[in-house]
């Protein structure tokens, strides 16, 4: 139930962005990585790839609510990447609207407090 709720979601945020946005590829930083998606000692792989959906998916929310912005802050809560299932922490995040002069524009997600890569 829990995950044709989160389908049914990404599929609205998602139908609701624009064409280009869709189409940008999505980088994250090395640290925003290892604090996001990356678990130490996951139980299974699907672990990780279910982490970096909800870190993309809460960046296409956030993009949805606010598509020319350059920045935008956002957040999610998650467990520890050292694997302490204790509780969820926030974590603070910004999503950079990287647009390339060479056509190669692309999504990056950084933590709040460091600068975006830039690929080009």
């Not at 389908?7 to 962005?17: A, D, E, G, K, P």
């Not at 930083?29 to 130490?40: D, G, I, L, Q």
């Not at 998916?57 to 935008?72: G, K, S």
Request: glycine share 4%; hydrophobic share 40%.
């Amino acid at each position: 139930m829990v995950t044709r709720t989160w389908r049914t979601t990404m599929s609205i945020t998602v139908n609701h962005l624009p064409s280009t946005l869709l189409k940008l590829p999505v980088v994250l930083t090395p640290s925003a990585w290892k604090e996001s998606v990356h678990m130490e000692a996951p139980s299974h792989i699907a672990e990780v790839g279910t982490r970096l959906g909800e870190v993309v998916l809460e960046a296409y929310r956030e993009l949805h609510l606010q598509p020319d912005e350059p920045q935008i802050d956002f957040g999610i809560y998650r467990f520890l990447p050292n694997g302490d299932r204790s509780g969820r922490h926030w974590l603070e995040l910004r999503l950079h609207r990287m647009d390339a002069i060479n056509g190669n524009s692309y999504l990056c997600i950084s933590l709040r407090d460091e600068q975006p890569l830039n690929l080009f």
